[in-house]
């Protein structure tokens, strides 16, 4: 079973994140992780923390030379923050020298030090207090800040190295900010253009009017929203289930990519777009068996699958990959802490405050997001690829999934391009027959 968790505060010493289940034979190096914490990091609308802080994972175990070994990898995060919430985060206990230096302070005007009671509307603060017993918001903004993300896109990087392998990869990109959305035939930036703008967006003139909308909000001591869209290519029919509820590949993909701080809604494909259509506008014509233009086999021949004439269903039907690239879309409300805070109330009076708490925060976040949906999705495909085909080395699950490819073809077609002549075998340790 493939699953990982993270641990680690806002401003505590470190973020750690442990995933089990890798197989071993992966290649994976700390420089392949920066990458995409460097790319979380990026972003026009991005607070001052991200000028402070420059990620970069620690492999502590689970690798040795370079590749996996499958067994436990633990990743480690440090925040440089960390030197100026030492008192404030402390593990050990207070002694009563300690917590009257605090009061002190707080006393004295130093907003770190003060306990934070005046709860931020659209933000864990009151809802998490209330269900943890806290009377002390930090308690709750340290684990619920987005802060958390990082050590997710580490561990999203970690399965990026496994699923290339295989042939699968996943990117994103900012399709809209404030109701300024990307149109498809001014989309002409290639993927590496994209990376290097400002806003990871394709079209250079939505990008301008997104990031005039991200200056008016700055000015006015607001945030603002968008939505980002992650594709993933490569992905296998098969993966899922339509047979429970929580096995299809659809609502797993929805909840993770929900799962990220301030993603308020997910769409797959046309999405919601398909309600105001008739069905023959919907529903993907399928073109039978054919070349895949965009996909190579190992000896780089041309791979032959099912395709289909659209891809409006996202590469889900079902509840299981159908061969198309997955496409979902995450929407991102506008972050909930306000440089000019909304009208509250305070935790322990519970009376109104004109007021809620401020902390340093971005104007936007939808070009980070979108990495963070990449991570989710490549840790989720990393869970039904394992599932579904096994392995406990890299070899074993690729020979596993190459088998099935094989299948998945019929005999009247003959053998797709490339492939070895060995009498077909089962799968090692996965498989749904």
Request: charged share 25%.
């Amino acid at each position: 079973m493939f699953r990982f968790l993270t641990a680690g505060e806002s401003h505590g010493q470190a973020l750690g994140v442990t995933l089990e289940g890798m197989p071993a034979g992966v290649p994976l190096t700390a420089e392949a992780i920066a990458a995409d914490l460097a790319r979380r990091q990026r972003g026009y609308g991005r607070g001052a923390r991200m000028t402070l802080e420059q990620d970069r994972a620690e492999i502590l175990a689970g690798v040795r030379h370079g590749r996996t070994l499958g067994s436990p990898i633990l990743l480690l995060i440090r925040n440089r923050d960390w030197d100026n919430w030492t008192r404030v985060m402390a593990i050990e206990p207070l002694t009563d020298e300690a917590a009257a230096e605090l009061t002190a302070l707080a006393e004295a005007g130093n907003k770190r030090t003060a306990p934070v009671t005046r709860v931020r509307p659209g933000h864990a603060d009151l809802a998490g207090a209330l269900k943890y017993g806290f009377d002390d918001v930090r308690d709750v903004l340290e684990r619920a800040s987005a802060r958390e993300t990082a050590a997710r896109v580490a561990a999203g990087a970690v399965c990026r190295a496994f699923l290339r392998e295989l042939g699968i990869e996943a990117w994103s990109f900012t399709a809209e900010v404030g109701g300024v959305t990307v149109d498809p035939e001014r989309a002409t930036r290639t993927r590496e253009e994209t990376e290097a703008s400002p806003l990871r967006c394709p079209d250079p003139e939505a990008e301008a009017r997104m990031v005039t909308w991200i200056d008016e909000a700055r000015q006015a001591g607001d945030t603002v929203g968008g939505v980002f869209e992650v594709v993933a290519t490569g992905v296998p029919v098969g993966l899922g289930s339509y047979v429970h509820w929580d096995r299809r590949l659809d609502g797993a993909l929805a909840g993770a990519v929900c799962s990220i701080q301030s993603v308020k809604g997910v769409e797959f494909g046309l999405g919601f777009e398909q309600t105001r259509r008739f069905g023959s506008q919907v529903h993907d014509v399928i073109a039978g068996l054919g070349e895949d233009p965009t996909l190579r086999g190992p000896d780089g021949s041309p791979v032959r699958r099912w395709l289909h004439r659209t891809n409006r269903a996202g590469g889900l039907t079902g509840g299981v990959s159908n061969g198309e690239p997955i496409v979902v879309r995450g929407a991102v409300k506008p972050i909930s802490t306000l440089a000019r805070p909304l009208p509250s109330a305070d935790l322990r009076s519970g009376q109104p405050v004109e007021t809620a708490h401020y902390e340093r925060s971005d104007i936007s976040v939808v070009p980070a997001a979108g990495v963070i949906g990449e991570a989710m999705v490549l840790l989720v495909l990393t869970r039904f690829v394992l599932e579904k085909f096994g392995g406990d080395s890299l070899r074993e699950t690729a020979d596993n999934l190459a088998r099935y490819g094989e299948r998945t073809i019929p005999a009247a077609a003959g053998p797709s391009p490339g492939a070895g002549s060995e009498p077909e075998a089962e799968a090692g340790s996965g498989g749904d027959d």
